[in-house]
């Protein structure tokens, strides 16, 4: 039995489909992990939903934020934006149990036995994954509970900025969602800058206060995750990012975590990178 993790998907169907082939995906025997962003921008949003749904306990998917923005449609709280692809999810005849199955799908997973935690975006220099799991499951019960619509109507918004534990409510919330599912930089206190999307690294893009999030986390934890398409695969010590941009016209990127061998698919890609 092998674990695959598998970057943000966004629709790609196809090419999903051509990954598993590669990495000769076995549904009875293999578990397959997600990043997160199984929807939205590619063409297939719909098939890839289904076949998740289909894999049962042989799938753990993350919550990523196009997937929340997928539920916010879904119950009229956000519009459709001109790029979004989400209308044959939201046709279609088994859309209720296709999204109730989203909305009961973790903010983060750890495997103790693997030695991996997943998550979709980033975490704040203020929590370590005891604290990390905490939040996230505090959001979880609340996304799958009977007020998860009054959450999803105040999901948006960028503040606050930085963590404390005498945050409550709402806010307590969205700062816990925006980190799981929007983080990319910040400060080494741990002020969230959720505007910077651009790739890090660049000379161009050098800032001495703003850095990306996992340059101030501890490194006690393997971590996966995705959402950075202009990072593309990167590792160093603990970290691993895995969106490689697939809908943008990247690739589509497997990490096998026993050993920790990366696979990699070339994609034509649906979007227009300059959207990223």
């Known amino acids: 039995m092998s674990t695959y993790a598998i970057g943000d998907i966004q629709g790609c169907y196809t090419e999903l489909q051509r990954l598993l082939e590669l990495i000769q995906f076995d549904p009875h025997q293999d578990v397959l992990w997600c990043t997160g962003d199984l929807v939205n921008r590619g063409t297939q949003s719909l098939e890839v939903l289904r076949f998740f749904k289909d894999l049962k306990q042989q799938a753990i998917v993350v919550l990523g934020n196009h997937d929340l923005h997928l539920l916010a449609v879904a119950h009229n709280i956000k519009n459709l934006k001109p790029q979004d692809t989400l209308l044959p999810i939201l046709n279609a005849p088994d859309a209720h149990e296709l999204l109730t199955w989203l909305r009961y799908r973790p903010l983060l997973h750890h495997d103790s036995q693997l030695g991996f935690t997943m998550i979709h975006a980033g975490l704040p220099p203020q929590w370590d994954l005891s604290h990390a799991r905490q939040y996230a499951l505090e959001l979880e019960q609340i996304l799958q509970g009977s007020t998860y ?5 105040n999901l948006y918004g960028n503040k606050p900025k930085i963590w404390s534990d005498q945050l409550t409510g709402w806010e307590r919330l969205r700062f816990i969602s925006n980190c799981l599912t929007r ?10 800058a959720l505007k910077n999307k651009q790739a890090p690294f660049l000379p161009e893009n050098k800032n001495d206060d703003i850095q990306p999030w996992f340059k101030y986390y501890p490194y006690d934890i393997n971590i996966v995750f995705g959402h950075w398409a202009s990072l593309g695969y990167y590792t160093e010590q603990g970290i691993y990012a895995i969106d490689t941009g697939c809908v943008w016209g990247g690739a589509l990127t497997a990490l096998r975590l026993e050993d920790k061998k990366v696979f990699t698919l070339p994609c034509a890609g649906y979007a227009n990178p300059h959207a990223l």
């Open 183 to 192: 983080l990319r930089y910040c400060t080494a206190q741990g002020s969230l």
């Open 149 to 153: 619509t009054h959450y999803l109507d």
